[in-house]
């Protein structure tokens, strides 16, 4: 295990933070090590990947524990087993170059492998619940490794298990399960059509580049305009719920969902209130897509929670509708 003092946290999101303690686990042995490390100290912990999920306070008075076990290793021909410290994305390419087909449209999500289960990472129609067999972690409270099947991990939309339990996620066992592409979300569509390709020309890899090509359209680059990705879930809503005199149900991006539950676009929602949102110096909306929240001028923590709060009151006073952040805000 790594021990370093007094550092500064690199985040996505750029605010300049810092910490007296950071421990690095570079493999499950040093699970020993950290238990008796922390036995001995009263410090506040956060486990962190990349740091592209989370809105840091500027100074954490605690532990900051960090997973950096980096293996990869083949178990079958549809059953791999991925450390906690692997690169998503990374992990998404060596999958593809290794005949593993399925994560093509959850490339170029920031972070790590071991965040990923924690809100079930999703993109363009896709969760990475579909492919976890297993989730091994270290569980704070029994100070044991445990591992969850599928179906213990109770996924659904940005959600876990894990979300309410006190543990660090040390290796993925992911199970490639054969199916269809899924071509089936809007703008893969409409990238489809405009570039004349038929969904039966798509190949895994092909598809991959082609989410590739849209996302660096619509989403900034947190290393040069810093950012934690959506700011806020989509709402999921029972459609009798919905107060249809302040909504137009014609003006919004909607997903059914079947049981009578419809998904709500919150970037769609944004942009409808987005002038009457107060203007702030730091914080702004990104240009190319209203759910992004982004750095523009040194912006603290209490500046993002401010900002994102006046959102919050828009949209809820206009149609009735309450979002709730995706990114998880740590206490100092
Ligand atoms: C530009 C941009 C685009 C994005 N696009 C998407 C997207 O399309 N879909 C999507 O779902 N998300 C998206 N995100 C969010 C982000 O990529 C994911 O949430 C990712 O899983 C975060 O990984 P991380 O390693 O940075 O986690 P962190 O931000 O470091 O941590 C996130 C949470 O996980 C916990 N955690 C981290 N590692 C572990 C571990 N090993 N064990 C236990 N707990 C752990 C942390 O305590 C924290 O609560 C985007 C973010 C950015 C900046």
């Known amino acids: 295990m790594i ?5 500064s946290l690199k985040n996505s999101f750029g605010i300049n933070a810092s910490s007296n303690i950071c421990l690095t686990l570079e493999s499950e042995e040093c699970i020993d090590e950290l238990t008796y490390f922390l036995n001995n100290k009263s410090y506040k912990k956060l486990i962190i990947g990349e740091a592209t999920n989370i809105l840091l306070p500027e100074n954490f008075e605690g532990v900051i524990i960090k997973n950096n076990i980096l293996n990869i290793s083949i178990i079958s021909k549809d059953e791999v087993i991925v450390g906690g410290g692997v690169n998503w994305d990374y992990f998404v390419n060596w999958s593809l170059e290794n005949n593993f087909y399925g994560l093509e449209n959850l490339t170029l999500i920031p972070g790590s492998v071991g965040a990923a289960p924690i809100q079930n990472i999703g993109a363009y129609g896709v969760e990475i619940s579909k492919f976890i067999k297993k989730v091994r972690f270290y569980d704070f409270i029994d100070k044991q490794i445990k591992e969850f099947t599928q179906n213990d991990c109770n ?14 996620i040390l290796s993925v066992c992911f199970k490639f399960v054969p199916g269809d592409l899924v071509t089936s979300y809007d703008s893969i569509n409409d990238y489809l059509n405009t570039n004349n390709i038929k969904p039966s020309d798509l190949t895994p890899i092909k598809l991959s580049n082609i989410i590739k090509k ?42 059914d969902l079947g049981n009578g539950m419809i998904k709500i676009g919150a970037a769609r929602l944004i942009e409808l209130v987005k002038d009457k949102i107060p203007k702030d110096v730091n914080v702004d909306l990104y240009k190319n897509h209203a759910l992004v929240l982004i750095n523009k001028n040194n912006a603290t923590q209490d500046d993002v929670i401010q900002y994102s709060s006046f959102i919050q009151k828009e949209v809820f006073n206009t149609f009735d509708i309450n979002l709730e952040i995706e990114p998880i805000i740590i206490d100092s």
């Open 3 to 7: 021990i370093d003092k007094n550092i």
């Open 155 to 168: 996924f659904s939309y940005r959600k876990s298990i894990f979300q309410d339990m006190d543990i660090l």
């Open 214 to 255: 849209i996302r660096l359209d619509r989403l900034p680059d947190y290393t040069k305009i810093p950012n934690v990705g959506s700011f806020f879930k989509n709402p999921i809503l029972n459609k009798a719920d919905l107060n249809l005199e302040k909504l137009d149900i014609k003006k919004l991006i909607t997903w």
